[in-house]
């Protein structure tokens, strides 16, 4: 447990970012889910559409910090491959 006030304040901020983090990767999870789903049921607008979301929320989550941007530069390019297999 933290005992200065710069301890504490650091651990308040800690908690602030890491909820906000796990917003912003919850929701890409969720945007990911469900173009799994699409594709499964040969929904190929939808997977198009759901893709394009995705890759944008990708990208707002590197610009705010929530994750690295090889890492969603990795997430990218496998959904990618994904969706244009299915829909090719």
Not at 23 to 31: D, L, P, Q
Not at 33 to 45: A, H, N, W
Request: glycine content about 4%.
């Amino acid at each position: 447990m933290a005992n200065h006030a710069s301890a504490l304040k650091r651990q308040r901020q800690s908690e602030k970012r890491r909820l906000r983090n796990r917003g912003h990767k919850s929701v890409i999870n969720t945007t990911i889910k469900k173009i799994f789903s699409s594709l499964s049921e040969k929904e190929t607008d939808k997977a198009r559409e759901l893709y394009r979301e995705a890759v944008a929320r990708l990208d707002g989550a590197v610009s705010k910090g929530a994750l690295h941007r090889r890492t969603a530069s990795r997430k990218i390019s496998r959904l990618t491959k994904m969706v244009n297999a299915q829909l090719s």
